[in-house]
């Protein structure tokens, strides 16, 4: 149940925050990528991450994240 709410929560934060979106630039993305503490989950369309999409990402689309959420535990001590 509180993994549930946690990521209803996270997603609706996500949803809120889509006007006020951060922006980085490319060296503070690429710090980012090279560092192993963090985990990076591409949340569209199967489709649209095949288009274009970070290297070395995996894809859950949003729809299916609460389904699948097991299958991200062990990604659950990075940011």
């Not at 710090?31 to 070395?56: A, C, G, M, W």
């Amino acid at each position: 149940m509180t993994r549930h709410f946690t990521l209803l929560s996270f997603i609706g934060l996500v949803i809120w925050n889509c006007d006020q979106s951060a922006v980085i630039d490319s060296n503070e993305a690429m710090r980012y990528l090279n560092n192993d503490d963090y985990y990076f989950l591409d949340v569209r369309t199967f489709k649209e991450h095949q288009i274009k999409s970070i290297p070395n990402t995996d894809c859950i689309p949003v729809q299916e994240v609460e389904q699948r959420i097991e299958e991200l535990d062990k990604y659950r001590k990075k940011r």
